[in-house]
């Protein structure tokens, strides 16, 4: 992958990286209830019964990474009397797996007229989580998204970029969640994952997010203001100078280089020979330390990024 970017006075850089995602979740494997089937031997039922091909088949996995993850049991060609626990799984392409016991009863030989057994039971996936969001926090990431029909609660999961340490950080019924202690600049992966009554779950929604420092200090985030904010943010101890930079819409209209750590807006500025007004609106602001001569403009890690509304 390759990034641009460039200053105010249209100078460019560029750089390469490569990025690999690591797929560490395990499909979500559908497997039916516990069953019986009717032995057509004394010994009892092989695997190529009508009824215990159906059961076998009956089973089946979806995944966020692969398209088809291969499904399978360990049943063997002849199934004893009594109850045998036949184990399935599912395995995606980056070799991930999931496995599940399900008791299948064979009962001895019918005698005529035998009354019919139930039908294969398969009780079908619940549906994933609706409207994730992701806000990115100083050491902290907090996800939120909205439950479907049938959920009775959801499971988020957490792994390392490289795909290690997979483990459960949250079960329960809430619609939000705030994932703390976490260590800047690090890759965490997430999948939120539906769960129903019957203990099923979705094949889950997975998300990426990487928590950076917030060294800005007011207004606080999303703040609803009704006259021109003062920025604080805290002093960087390298820094000669700073970059403070403002946008609406996603579009800069104001850039500024400060000394202190304070930069108190104004209803009406000029920037690049254009007037602006602080209208109503959302608006985000960005502040990157400035070291050496401004000229040079040499930027260092950027302090954090915050946003507020000015109401009419």
């Known amino acids: 992958m390759t990034c641009t970017a460039a200053d105010l006075a249209g100078h460019q850089g560029q750089a390469s990286f490569t990025v690999t995602v690591h797929d560490t979740t395990a499909p979500t494997l559908l497997t039916p209830g516990p069953h019986s089937v009717y032995a057509s031997s004394a010994l009892g039922a092989s695997d190529s019964d009508p009824e215990v ?3 076998v088949r009956a089973a089946s996995a979806t995944d966020i ?3 088809h993850p291969i499904v399978g049991s360990d049943i063997q060609s002849l199934v004893l009397l009594g109850t045998t626990f036949i184990r399935f799984y599912a395995r995606d392409f980056s070799g991930n797996v999931t496995t599940r016991e399900v008791p299948l ?8 007229n035998p009354p019919p057994l139930p039908p294969v039971v398969v009780p079908s996936l619940p549906a994933n989580v609706d ?3 992701v806000a990115v926090l100083d050491g902290a990431i907090t996800l939120t ?3 479907p029909p049938g959920c009775d609660h959801v499971v ?3 792994s390392n970029s490289d795909g290690s340490a997979e483990k459960i950080v949250y079960s329960g019924k809430a619609s939000s969640y705030e994932d703390q202690g976490l260590e800047n600049g690090i890759e965490y992966r997430y999948v939120i994952r539906c769960v129903d009554a019957s203990g099923n779950r979705s094949a889950g929604v997975a998300v990426v997010a990487v928590p950076h420092r917030n060294m800005l200090r007011s207004p606080k985030d999303g703040a609803a203001l009704k006259k021109p904010p003062k920025l604080v943010w805290t002093r960087d101890a390298e820094a000669d100078y700073y970059n403070l930079q403002l946008l609406r819409n996603n579009v800069r209209i104001l850039a500024a280089w400060p000394t202190k750590t304070t930069f108190a807006l104004k209803r009406g500025w000029k920037y690049r020979g254009r007037k602006y007004t602080l ?5 985000q602001w960005f502040v990157w330390p400035g070291v050496g001569p401004r000229k040079e403009a040499t930027y260092g890690t950027l302090l954090g990024a915050r946003s507020f509304v000015i109401l009419r």
């Open 105 to 112: 009863t064979v009962l001895p030989p019918p005698k005529a």
């Open 156 to 158: 988020v999961s957490r």
């Open 65 to 67: 990474v692969d398209p």
């Open 279 to 283: 209208r109503p609106g959302r608006y």
């Open 145 to 147: 998204w909205q439950p």
């Open 131 to 133: 409207t994730v969001g």
């Open 53 to 55: 091909v159906a059961f």
